[in-house]
């Protein structure tokens, strides 16, 4: 079987949650079929510049192809056309025009799936609201997988992607939320699909001592892992924090590992480490006493699962949907919605131990259970496997009948209105869709048992 993962991003020093998750799963699928990544030339998020060359290369064993930005994103005009769609009412050539702003704007990739894509058999796509994802399927929608990575945000909202998630082969949910979430905007529930998540390379040996002579931090500490940026939740984070800092006596530290958008403060019980190796990030997380989460959007924690897997408790932000199911599917965590159950949580997590250890002890049962390697491998591989049958079985009903795949591509996409009805502003702000949609976290037993499938 000849998969291609089509991803924003790829490469080993490139660390976001998608892009990490592509890696992963293009490097473990890698050992049951023959995988390929098709890319861009970017290495940062924020502008798409061309900074990798165009053409193949090989990153761990996988063949890359890469495909240069066509432009750099303008914050300027990206900031203005999502002001108008997320906010104004407006039309589908504004939704457009804000994809095309948003980046990376890949017209070689999305050609080359075009031509090429009888070289294939299936494509696993990532991040449901970038261009390459939103052209890429539409053009090779009867071969194409999606893992939406889906936030609760304004994009969600958008009249663009409803017909992504229906024309998609399959959908890989990343969490029971985000398949809610996807099939109230979309109705899609016609589509096959399975929450899978993803897991995680967690080293075989740790030693926390280590890290905490390395970086001189010898006290106790929770720890936060990921880019420090507002979006995340980091001003929040700060504030309460330093709060919880001046009314509780002690020496707990607050521990920052990645990559700073946002000024951290100055203060004696915060600590920011910046970008570290892996095995710096394992050990940190082995060693504290707690991983705060506190981003408001998620479609699933990785951080919280590896700190999970090494049986450390998480405290999380509860005004996320997906952290809030995640802390009550695992029974691992607890959550705050204001700044007094912050820090009552994160105190009870200091004084009482026998708590904490029980967290931890079920995160590393629920980790083990749901998110260890064969179990992610094998739900990519029993939905490629029911794909090829179905595949087999449309061929053999059309036996003589043309092309392998010709008649189903045809079949699957949803037309854009034309030339007139494409530019009438009739469609509501996306940001009010997303406020509509059904709110908290999915915690029926039919979620759970959704879970585990």
Known sequence: MKLAIVVQRYGPDINGGAELHARYVAEHLARHADVCVLTTCA?????????????????????????????????????????????????????????????PATPALVRHLKARQHEYDYFIFFSYRYYHAYHGIRAVASKALLVPTAERDPAIGLGLFPPIFRGARAIMYNSPEERAMIRSVAANQGVPGVVVGIGSEVPDRLSPERFRRKFRLHSRFAIYVGRIDENKGCRELFEFFQRYAARTPGDLTLALVGTSILP????????????????????????????IMPSFYESLSMVALEAWALGRPVLANGRCDVLRGQCLRSNAGLYYENYDEFAAALLRLGEDRDLAAALGANGREFFCRHYSWPVIEGKYLDMLQRLQDEDADADRRKAGGGRRNGAREEGRGERLPGWFARRRRTLPPAREVMEALPQGPAVSRESRVASRE
């Open 43 to 103: 290495r940062d998020y924020v502008t798409w510049r061309n900074e990798l060359p165009a053409g193949t290369d090989r990153v761990n064993g996988i063949q890359i192809s890469r495909f240069p930005v066509a432009r750099p994103r303008s914050p300027h005009a990206f900031a203005r056309h999502s002001d108008r769609v997320f906010e104004q009412p407006h039309s589908i050539a504004d939704e457009l025009a804000w994809l095309d702003a948003e980046g």
């Open 264 to 291: 951290v403060p100055p203060h004696p019980r915060i600590r920011h480490l910046g970008f570290v190796s892996d095995q710096d990030k394992f050990d940190a997380m082995a060693a504290a006493d707690v991983l």
